[in-house]
């Protein structure tokens, strides 16, 4: 069966930085895109951009451009979002999510990783 | 970018009782490419309803989707009491992918 199953919850200072995986098991990582979704304490559900597994090539929704890096490593199905010079308001959930097609509906999501960001 | 306005903020029903969920778009969704998630506290989303119309996997037929265009419904037939919870519409027909912003359907 389709799994992603993410790391666990960070708590991290402000200018620090997090590294988030999601590996992928029960299908081929590279047969589908890797999208990552935010949610914020309280809040809906944000797109952050997607990842091709083909290619490598990331595509950032604006307002994660800089700071936010979605990496992968194919030997081991496993995506992988970077956060650097974290701010308190990148406190939330972070969620990987399996792309049906390019840009495509999310079928398949991960338990989320709770981003913890304080002094 | 396609803003996906959600309605009702919150809906109060009982068990039982038909649950009807409206999502409208600022543009025209290509295709009919919107979404329905399911979200219960604590959990990660679920995919409920792809293609504006087609149930996912394993998903039970008290749920069904209409609508193209702007204006796109999610009716929950009878609700049952692992169905309240948030419901998000998302369109991915064109970039950025957008959510809306949620109906939470509660115990009355």
């Known amino acids: 069966q389709v799994q992603l199953v993410q790391s666990g919850s960070e708590l991290q200072k402000p200018g620090a930085s997090v590294k988030v995986s999601c590996k992928a098991s029960?299908?081929?990582?590279?047969?589908?895109?890797m999208n990552w979704v935010r949610q914020a304490p309280g809040q809906g559900l944000e797109w952050m951009g997607w990842?091709?597994?083909?290619?490598?090539?990331?595509t950032y929704a604006q307002g994660f451009t800089g700071r936010f890096v979605f990496s992968l490593d194919t030997s081991v199905s496993t995506a992988y979002l970077q956060i650097s010079s974290l701010k308190a308001e990148d406190t939330a959930v972070y969620y990987c999510?399996?792309?049906?097609?390019?840009?495509?509906?999310?079928?398949?999501w991960g338990q989320g990783t709770l981003v913890t960001v304080s002094s | 970018e396609i803003v996906l306005t959600q309605s009702p903020g919150t809906l109060s029903l009982s068990p039982g009782e038909r649950a009807t969920l409206s999502c409208r778009a600022s543009h025209s969704v290509s295709s009919s490419y919107l979404a329905w998630y399911q979200q219960k506290p604590g959990q990660a989303p679920r995919l409920l309803i792809y293609?504006?119309?087609s149930r996912a996997t394993g998903i039970p037929d008290r749920f069904s989707g209409s609508g193209s265009g702007t204006d796109f419904t999610l009716i929950i037939s009878r609700l049952e009491p692992e169905d309240f919870a948030v419901y998000y519409c998302?369109?991915?027909?064109?970039?950025?992918?957008?959510f809306g912003g949620g109906t939470k359907v509660e115990i009355k």
């Open positions: 999510a399996r792309g049906v097609g390019v840009r495509g509906y999310l079928d398949y």
């Open positions: 990842i091709n597994t083909n290619t490598g090539n990331p």
């Open positions: 998302q369109q991915y027909g064109s970039s950025p992918l957008t």
């Open positions: 293609g504006a119309s």
């Open positions: 029960g299908y081929t990582l590279t047969n589908y895109a």
